[in-house]
């Protein structure tokens, strides 16, 4: 369901980093030996759910993973335009420009709604129709392929779940999050970690949780 958002959303100023990105030929966090993650956890997010993120990027994608202290959500991203929520790409901007000089990228997390307009092209000219829904819709993350930032939100991973899996779809989400991050678009293989989920949460519940081999490569 909101996935489908990541894709429309991102692509207009993401997907061209990302093609620039493949035209250098390589990507540049793996060109470091050894990447460094940190996690930007924002107001009243549980700790539990930040150390679980901790650990699945840690454990996944076998980086270095630092946790700074909880901050405030930033004001400027604040919204009523549908419901009292914020405006993910706001949330990516501010993030990409607060990434401290020791990681190589920041994963924001938030216990709050996050939402953003997602377009029926890629020129961002038309909102998706309906147009009072698309106008501020609300995903489960964002990130920038091939930028240095994105954001996860865990508001709506508890519906209809237990903990376990609940979990499960927040650290599924975060590690897809820092796939795109890593340069990675939305990959046609529905059971990889990179699927854009057909725009339903089951897609990401029955997923393997991992990236295919083909995305794999690409990022190593
Ligand atoms: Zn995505
Ligand atoms: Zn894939």
């Given at each position: ?8 959303a991102?692509v207009?100023?993401?997907v ?5 990105c ?5 990507f ?17 997010i ?6 679980s ?7 996944y994608y ?6 700074y ?7 400027n ?14 949330l ?14 920041l994963?924001?997390?938030t216990?709050?709604?996050?939402s ?12 998706k ?21 994105c ?6 991973l ?35 970690l ?27």
């Amino acid at each position: 369901m909101k996935n489908k958002i990541i894709s429309r959303a991102i692509v207009f100023f993401t997907v061209a980093l990302f093609v620039s990105c493949n035209e250098e030929g390589e990507f540049k966090l793996f060109s470091n030996e050894n990447t460094i993650v940190g996690i930007q956890p924002f107001g009243e997010i549980a700790q539990s759910e930040v150390d679980s993120v901790k650990a699945a990027v840690k454990e996944y994608y076998d980086f270095e993973v630092v946790v700074y202290d909880h901050i405030p959500l930033p004001e400027n991203a604040y919204t009523e335009i549908r419901y009292p929520r914020y405006r993910a790409d706001t949330l990516v901007e501010w993030l990409s420009q607060h990434v401290p000089d020791t990681v190589d990228m920041l994963l924001g997390l938030t216990n709050q709604d996050i939402s953003i307009t997602k377009y029926e092209d890629a020129a961002r000219t038309d909102v998706k129709d309906p147009e009072w829904q698309y106008t501020d819709f609300g995903i489960f993350g964002l990130g920038r392929v091939g930028g240095n930032a994105c954001v996860v939100s865990s508001n709506r991973l508890h519906r209809k779940v237990g903990n376990e899996m609940f979990i499960k779809r927040l650290t599924r989400i975060s590690c897809h999050e820092v796939g795109h991050v890593l340069g990675l678009s939305h990959c046609p293989e529905s059971n990889c970690l990179m699927n854009d989920a057909n725009e339903k949460i089951s897609t990401i519940d029955n997923s393997s949780g991992e990236l295919c081999a083909s995305c794999w490569d690409e990022i190593h």
